[in-house]
């Protein structure tokens, strides 16, 4: 069955590539018609990159049962790998994570990573061509981050905002602040969700497979690292409808798809979501930041990419990369994790936990909720009261 699954998957992957590259927004369920379905008031706001990328920000600026009731204290949000702002209102407003938290009074701010739906434009490349693919999640720690990071400050003129992250939204934030120290002063307190650093037991099928030829240097990773991964199509978002609705007896495909990528047999998947999750996820992202995750399942370290010996000498005047400085990471930070997440195994959590400076290290939260998978922390069944109530509530004592 597990081979069956995979090589579904497989070619499910290479149906998306093999579709002509949109530079556009294939679905008309995006983060705005979500937003404004459910009487929310939301602005979209882009920031360019140092190196020139394009980025879309979504913002829930004050709850609609309130109106504007003057200045609130600022949350930014930000999704991870493949996916977009569009993870963290999904779910409608009694579950959704953005419209909890302007419900208890904060400005909801919701980032996209260059290359997904959202943030595919650049001052000079096109994302027809391979230069503007030429990035993995490094880079949006180190450009992405800061740059939106830094506009939400100055347009809300505040001092600090709290960050929430989920999988990749976690590696970059531990990018971010063991590359850039500055922003521990910008951060009152860091909440990440199936927090991604070292992956060595990574336990995806998807790794197991991969890993040994994609998870090291070599000329197949030079030749096609830079190219786009997933993008969102048209012909995905139909197929969502068609095959992943409440009413479809192929929904256990769609079902199936998501036990491969985030953990299995969940009893909290809300399968009434799919056709929407369908719609907006896979969101896009380029081939490198999956070889990067790769080599760090290989590795068994967190460190920057690896190019190999020759160019590595060249990159980082060392024959290999040098690694995160998880440790001296300063901002408040408050971990949540599972048993049966696929990416953030508990024996890379724990190893996290152990590195982590424990001034630092404000609560590492592990799921009572054994079944509970990567996929999970955004769109599980009674996920307000399994989660994010614990969540809000560390938000507002931080």
């Given amino acids: 069955m597990l081979v069956v699954q995979l090589i579904a998957v497989f070619l499910s992957l290479g149906l998306a590539n093999a579709l002509p590259a949109d530079t556009g927004r294939a679905s008309s369920v995006t983060t705005v018609t979500i937003v404004r379905g459910h009487g929310y008031e939301i602005e979209e706001h882009e920031v360019q990159t140092s190196d020139g990328y394009i980025l879309t920000m979504h913002r829930i600026p004050y709850s609609k049962n309130t109106g504007y009731d003057g200045p609130r204290p600022v949350v930014f949000l930000m ?38 739906t959202y943030s595919k434009r650049h001052a000079s490349k096109s994302p027809l061509l391979q230069p503007f693919w030429n990035f993995e999640w490094h880079d949006i720690g180190i450009y992405d981050l800061p740059a939106m990071m830094d506009y939400v400050l100055y347009w809300t003129n505040v001092a600090q905002l709290t960050y929430v992250g989920h999988s990749q939204g976690t590696t970059s934030f531990f990018v971010l602040n063991s590359m850039i120290p500055r922003f521990k002063s910008r951060i009152r307190s860091a909440h990440l969700l199936a927090p991604v650093a070292w992956m060595e037991h990574m336990e995806s099928p998807l790794a197991t497979v991969g890993g040994p030829l994609l998870g090291q ?48 047999n969940s009893p909290y998947i809300n ?47 060392s024959k290999t990369p040098p690694e995160y400085d998880v440790e001296g990471i300063d901002v408040p930070t408050y971990l949540y994790y599972s048993d049966n997440d696929y990416f953030a195994s508990l024996i890379d959590v724990d190893r996290l936990r152990y590195t982590m400076n424990p001034s630092a290290l404000k609560s590492a939260y592990r799921m009572p909720e054994e079944k509970w998978n990567h996929i999970d922390f955004l769109w599980g069944l009674n996920i307000k009261e399994i989660l994010y109530d614990r969540v809000i509530n560390d938000i507002n004592n931080a």
Avoid at 91 to 109: F, I, Q, T
Avoid at 220 to 235: C, I
């Fill in 217 to 264: 240097p070599n000329a197949f990773v030079e030749l096609f690292g830079s190219a786009e991964f997933l993008p969102n199509t048209q012909l995905m978002n139909l197929f969502g409808a068609l095959l992943c609705s409440d009413e479809a007896i192929s929904q256990f495909m769609c079902t199936n798809t998501l036990f491969l990528l985030g953990g299995w």
């Fill in 79 to 116: 999704h991870g790998l493949l996916c977009s702002s569009s993870d963290w209102v999904l779910a409608g407003p009694h579950s959704g994570l953005a419209y909890l938290l302007s419900e208890a009074g904060y400005d909801v701010w919701m980032g996209n990573a260059r290359g997904n």
């Fill in 271 to 317: 399968e009434t979501l799919l056709p929407d999750i369908m719609a907006t996820t896979p969101a896009g992202c380029s081939v490198n930041q999956i070889f990067h995750y790769l080599q760090e399942y290989n590795s068994g370290y967190f460190r920057q990419f690896d190019y190999g010996k020759t160019r590595n000498k060249k990159e980082y005047s």
